[in-house]
């Protein structure tokens, strides 16, 4: 099992004829993902083709809009490669769509550019679950990629993560990869993003193939404190913390948009506090996080 993605999911590319659009839809597909397509409005008819494991050379069809993609395709995921002044756009776009997952990976999005994408959606009755933006997005090993993630750090295992931070992400299914994951998701370290770690938290204690549990939060605005408290009241599964940012200084802006402290709110010691009083086992490096997991599940 997984959550929000799996070997059966269809996705497209948002922007698939750019840079980075390009690169990434080939290390998808090397992945194992369903690429079927991709969209550009200046280049829809054409295609673009790409090395698919075990088909050779595919030929990808690009569309004008989400939704032709979506008629054309069956798609039921998009990965937004889009530069940061066309983000809005491009997630408005795949939200009236009602794709029901979208990815934004994009960074740099301008703060009321994400919050009015997140209330369009929410208008909607949350028909489309929106990842990101400035993230890695969501990885299911051995089935499917939408995102950056690097593909080949880990394989199939019990853990579940959801992390804002991309790098911490990639570190600890390394450090993990030998028990490996249901799904990892890269939820971003803006102030306003789509899925919270609370989504992910309750997605992994409803799946029955995820053991535990390990989050991964930053200094900075209260999300991990509210997360604390949801586990205190609704996740049965062992849960581990790691929160970025205990040595950074008092007062100073540090690192992602959303990584702002005021007085002891938003601080590492703060949010560690809050989440052991919820019965999670903070470490205070990665690689201590990763080795109270391994502790967990050697008991288990």
Not at 5 to 17: E, F, M, P, R
Not at 23 to 37: F, Y
Not at 54 to 64: T, W
Not at 116 to 122: N, R, S, T
Request: proline share 5%; net charge negative; with cysteine.
């Amino acid at each position: 099992m997984s959550i929000y993605l799996n070997k059966d999911s269809k996705v497209i590319v948002q922007g698939i004829t750019g840079g980075e659009g390009s690169k990434h839809t080939a290390l998808m597909l090397k992945a194992g993902t369903n690429v079927v397509g991709g969209v550009n409005a200046r280049k829809a008819g054409t295609t673009v083709t790409h090395e698919k494991p075990g088909a050779g050379e595919v030929q990808l069809p690009v569309f004008a809009s989400v939704s032709e993609a979506m008629e054309a395709t069956g798609a039921d995921v998009s990965v937004a490669f889009v530069p940061p002044k066309f983000t809005k756009d491009a997630m408005i776009e795949a939200i009236d769509a009602e794709i029901p997952l979208l990815v934004v990976i994009t960074e740099g999005v301008p703060v009321g550019d994400a919050a009015e994408a997140w209330a369009h959606a929410k208008s909607k009755g949350g028909t489309t679950r929106i990842i990101g933006p400035n993230c890695p997005g969501i990885i299911t090993p051995g089935e499917a990629l939408a995102g950056i993630t690097p593909a080949n750090i880990t394989g199939k295992g019990p853990i579940g993560l959801v992390s804002k931070s991309g790098t911490l992400t990639y570190q600890m299914m390394f450090e993990l990869n030998d028990f490996g994951f249901s799904t990892a998701i890269g939820i971003g370290g803006d102030p306003v993003i789509g899925t919270t770690h609370i989504d992910a938290l309750e997605a992994f204690e409803n799946d029955p193939e995820t053991k535990a549990i390990v989050m991964i939060g930053e200094i900075g605005g209260d999300a991990e404190e509210r997360a604390a408290e949801y586990i205190k009241d609704n996740v049965t599964k062992p849960v581990v913390g790691y929160v970025a940012g205990f040595t950074a200084p008092e007062g100073k802006t540090m690192g992602h948009a959303g990584a702002i402290v005021s007085g002891s709110a938003g601080t590492a010691s703060a949010k560690k506090e809050a989440l052991e009083a919820a019965g999670v086992k903070v470490g205070k490096t990665p690689s201590e996080t990763a080795q109270l997991m391994r502790e967990i599940l050697q008991a288990s």
